[in-house]
């Protein structure tokens, strides 16, 4: 079964420090890869996504993810944090084949200090 | 602005009370999901519809049932809410059934069963 793990639940970083958050997954085969972010009161919006290709992608609001396919990582990093960054961060797996199904991560709540 | 709206934000219910939550698009998309995010989980698909077409997940209890009357709306309906039933719903649209189509989350309706 697909399953993706979040490993932090809460990260903490001060504004301006780079950051990291990390992402696994278990699939049969190499899934599609996605990173959402949901602030206060806000709905899911999408950072960046994986089909293939090179496997460091670019995203919106400075941020990037790298594939690993022998770690069956998708990091998320961004190299300076910003006080706006502080929300909850959701990595997800789709199927390749046909069936717009996200499986989402528990997971893991940015904090920034200033 | 294109969006996907879910009300009311905040739902009430008693124990065993029918509840109705709403969501509404301006995307025009084809499909049109439910997910259950219970506190500090991960968003979870309920079901979602394809046009017409409901396709509804295998372990999705009976006690939640939608409706999609047009493109635009779709409802979730809880026929008997249970304390476990209390979590945000989100809504979400997507063009088209497959993963390369980024799926798009309304705000969430956020229920509490008293």
């Known amino acids: 079964a697909q399953s993706v793990t979040q490993p932090d639940i809460h990260i903490t970083v001060s504004e301006g420090a780079s950051l990291e958050l990390r992402c696994n997954y278990s699939y049969g085969a190499t899934p599609y890869l996605f990173w959402y972010v949901q602030s206060p009161g806000q709905g899911l919006q999408l950072l960046l996504k994986?089909?293939?290709?090179?496997?460091l992608v670019q995203g919106i609001k400075g941020f990037e993810a790298e594939f690993k396919r022998s770690q069956s990582s998708f990091n998320l990093r961004k190299p300076s944090v910003h006080w706006s960054d502080a929300a909850e961060y959701f990595c997800a797996v789709g199927p390749m084949e046909y069936g717009n199904k996200l499986v989402f991560g528990a997971g893991t709540i940015l904090r920034v200090k200033s | 602005d294109a969006m996907v709206i879910q009300n009311p934000r905040y739902q009430v219910t008693q124990f065993g009370k029918p509840v109705t939550l709403s969501c509404s698009q301006t995307l025009n998309h084809n499909v049109m999901y439910w997910y259950q995010q219970k506190s500090s989980q991960a968003p979870k698909l309920l079901f979602h519809?394809?046009?017409?077409?409901?396709?509804n997940e295998a372990d999705t209890p009976d006690n939640f049932q939608s409706r999609r009357p047009n493109t635009s709306f779709c409802f979730l309906d809880i026929r008997s809410p249970g304390l476990g039933d209390a979590a945000m719903y989100l809504c979400a649209t997507s063009r088209d059934e497959v993963s390369t189509d980024t799926q798009y989350f309304g705000p969430g309706t956020r229920l509490t069963v008293l």
């Open positions: 994986y089909f293939s290709g090179d496997t």
């Open positions: 519809y394809y046009d017409k077409d409901f396709n």
